[in-house]
């Protein structure tokens, strides 16, 4: 089992940037696969990105894809979400997940999530 954390949330300009931080612990980081989601209020829960077990491939949605970035830092049991060009669209809950046996772009894949962190982008 693994237990997740996020943080790095807050509230942006449209345009500004943020880092979003999500510290695992538990069982051995780098036999999980990892994902972003996000959920704004009143919308099901979407894919942001994934990232490979040992980092060495990621994905992203096409909302996302060219603005964000996805890593982790195996030694230190972390892993990331680097936001840049934030929009008001991107406002939402951001939940980091984890999964050990293909990962994806369905969070219904994902065996472990951490409680959330809210990021507010105004216009």
């Known amino acids: 089992q693994v237990q997740l954390v996020e943080s790095g949330g807050g509230l942006v300009q449209a345009g500004g940037s943020l880092r979003l931080s999500c510290a695992a612990s538990g069982r051995t980081f780098s036999g999980y696969f990892m994902g972003w989601f996000r959920q704004a209020p009143g919308k099901a829960r979407e894919f942001v990105a994934t990232?490979?077990?040992?980092?060495?491939?990621?994905a992203y949605a096409d909302s996302v894809k060219g603005r964000f970035s996805i890593s982790r830092d195996i030694a230190n049991n972390m892993m990331y979400l680097q936001m840049t060009s934030l929009k008001p669209e991107d406002t939402a809950v951001y939940y980091c997940?984890?999964?050990?046996?293909?990962?994806?772009?369905?969070?219904?894949?994902?065996?472990?999530w951490g409680q959330g962190t809210q990021v507010t982008v105004s216009s």
């Open positions: 997940a984890a999964d050990q046996s293909h990962g994806g772009i369905y969070a219904r894949d994902y065996d472990y």
């Open positions: 990232v490979s077990r040992i980092g060495g491939r990621t």
